[in-house]
């Protein structure tokens, strides 16, 4: 929270140790947008899950339109917040229960390493949290990835 750039945390573990509970804890008044992944949830409930998430925290309350994919999805989030005003503390995105997030052929990891890459690691006030369960998918597909967040 306090480096000079923007920061992405992966936060994994066993189920039911508290690592949600510790980055509410811990986090909870900078936590601008929070996703959690619906289990065993098509791409289409996942998207509207989005965007209902993405209204109670950035849109006043407004019911948000269902993006068509998680690229539309990223598009809108950081949308809503070039739109907020500047402050000087980061925001933290966080977003629980990722390997739910990205289901087979959801395109999810692909529209979040852009999002990483294109618009969030740009921005000084932004501390990106991905947590799941699903350690080893975690350490798998985004701690070794090779792709858009290699190292």
């Known amino acids: 929270m306090t480096s000079p750039g923007a920061e992405l945390v992966a936060v994994y573990g066993r189920r039911r140790v508290g690592k949600t509970f510790l980055v509410r804890q811990h986090l909870r008044r900078d936590i601008q947008f929070e996703l959690t ?14 965007a209902e998430a993405l209204g109670r925290d950035l849109g006043q309350g407004i019911r948000a339109e269902a993006p068509r994919s998680w690229l539309d999805a990223f598009g809108a989030l950081g949308g809503a917040l070039e739109r907020l005003p500047r402050r000087k503390r980061k925001r933290v995105l966080f977003l629980d229960e990722v390997p739910w997030l990205a289901g087979p052929r959801s395109g999810f990891l692909s529209a979040f390493e852009h999002f990483w890459n294109s618009w969030a690691s740009r921005r ?28």
């Not at 949830?41 to 998207?47: C, D, G, M, N, V």
């Not at 990106?128 to 990835?145: D, N, Q």
């Open 37 to 50: 992944g619906m289990h065993a949830a098509t791409l289409k409930l996942q998207l509207r899950n989005f």
């Open 124 to 151: 000084s006030d932004v501390v990106v949290i991905v947590c799941g369960s699903a350690a080893s998918w975690l350490v798998k597909e985004l701690l070794h990835a090779r792709g858009g967040l290699h190292n």
